[in-house]
């Protein structure tokens, strides 16, 4: 097939399912605090919801475009795009699974690998504290100003724990790009512990992962670390004078970082698409026994439904959960399937956590903050890299 | 003409415009962001070339941290629009752009005259550069200059302590 036409065709495909995941992240994760908080969440646009993040689109197209008498102009306008576009690039480097065959022809299931695929996201989520920094500027209001200085301070010094936590699996793989990165992990040894740089030797990266998802918290500017808009000193931070489309601009940036940053860890230190035990043992039937589990429960709680709607959403929900497992036995679509789904359910759980820790941690204060990654997150890494470099020099592989 | 021609032709007009504006601009924090942007659009250039580890790592300490750290000092100073004072001298009005025109003729002249014999650059020539590279001759040809450059910084840095403990 016409080069071109394939590279479009993917990027077309990436670009809808990534928006669409931003969308329906932010319900998911509503969803999830409500629970966490024994509430009920979007309940009323579709069946528990499902419609909501239509319905959020629409309202935020939408809205009367404000632009206030007081700001900078230029930058006030320029500060989201910087944001939402230097967030959304990042993707294109991410393989997602293997090399397949789709319809006679071969391609992987990435955008574009490049050499220094790992330095690419790291130079452009630390271009990316211009939009936040920038936008808090521009506003001219001083919670905004306090919020966008709060943000680039926290970027730049837990940009450093996270490098060198990224530093570390780098010297197992001895690569920059993340197709090699991924291609290194495959396998087991003593035929059951995966080659995941978090557990393969020299050195197990599990101190390493640590740090870069602590540091990872601080860079998506997520809870605990979420000074930059806190909502109780700062109004809502370098947002508060933005609206309708420009604030949604922000919103998408904070949530593909999440999705980007998920991403490059489960590439650099869980193994990418390779499953988490042997497929002799089964590891294929994992996806199908997950959906069948789930449309399961669906049809279950369908007999004793606690409300009105409830009589026809849940068998529904099962069904539709019944049909996905019917689709990873089509043996044309397994080899696609199978690693698309380990990939996102290391990423989904990763997302998870994120999700759990804001429904359970409270705010760092901001000297706890950068004493944290000074003194204690910098060294850790430090520390991590030295003794990874030496096992590495030591017994090499 | 090709596509890597075409990108050449954009990305360095970008750089030249940044660069002018980055002089023309009356607020520091447009200077900053202006040279953020020659700096991005060198970094295509270098990709153009074929180094993509120079370009990454041109984004990263530049672009990503140094000029972060800068707008982080004009924003925390609060530093307002510089206010030009319009020169009257007579002189500089009728005579300023001739000789200007002229120094940068001679400029160009003298410098063309001086340089060596160029040999023609082709675009992803200096694919040579990559990561692995760059770390093998920096930890064996170049490790004096290496590590004497970061001593220097270690100097500045402690420098940078003696004078802030004053203030504490």
Known sequence: MNYYLLALLKAAILAFVFLTALAYLQLVERKLLAHIQLRLGPYRVGPHGVWQPLADVIKLVTKEDLIPSHVNKFFYVLAPMIAVALALVSIAVIPFGPEVEV???????????????????????????YGVALGGWAS???YSLLGGLRSSAQMISYELPLALAIAAPLLLVNTLSFREMANGQAGFSFGFIPNWNIFSGPFPQIIGFAVFLIAAFAETNRVPFDLPEAENELVAGFHTEYSAMKFASFFMAEYANIVTITCVAT????????????????????????????GLISLYHATQPAR?????????????????????????????????????AKTGTLIFIFIWVRGTLPRFRYDQLMRFAWTFLFPVALVNLLITGLMVALFPK | MSLDVILFLVFA????????SLVVQTHPIASALSLVGVMGALAVLYLLLGGEFIAAAQMIVYAGAIMVLFVFVIM??????????????RFAKWFGIPLFAIFVGLLSFVVQALLPKTTEVKFGNFTAAGGGEVGAVLFTRYVLPFEVTSILILVAILGAVVLARKEI
Not at chain 2, 13 to 20: G, H, L, R, T
């Open chain 1, 103 to 129: 319809f006679g022809v071969r391609t992987w299931l990435q955008l574009t690998d490049l050499k220094i695929g790992i330095l690419f996201t790291l130079a452009i989520s630390s271009v990316g504290v």
């Open chain 1, 140 to 142: 001219n209001n001083k």
């Open chain 1, 267 to 294: 590439v650099l230190f869980l193994g990418a698409w390779h499953p988490l035990f042997p497929a002799e043992y089964g590891s294929d039937f994992v996806p199908v026994i997950l959906l069948v589990l789930g």
């Open chain 1, 308 to 344: 009105r709607w409830d009589r026809w959403t849940f068998p529904l929900f099962g069904v539709i959960a019944f049909l996905l497992a019917a689709l990873f036995l089509i043996p044309v679509l397994k080899p696609i399937l199978i690693p698309l789904f380990w990939f996102l």
């Open chain 2, 13 to 20: 007009f970008i750089a030249v415009v940044s660069a002018v």
């Open chain 2, 76 to 89: 925390l100073l609060n530093a307002g629009a510089e206010r030009r004072s319009i020169s009257k001298a």
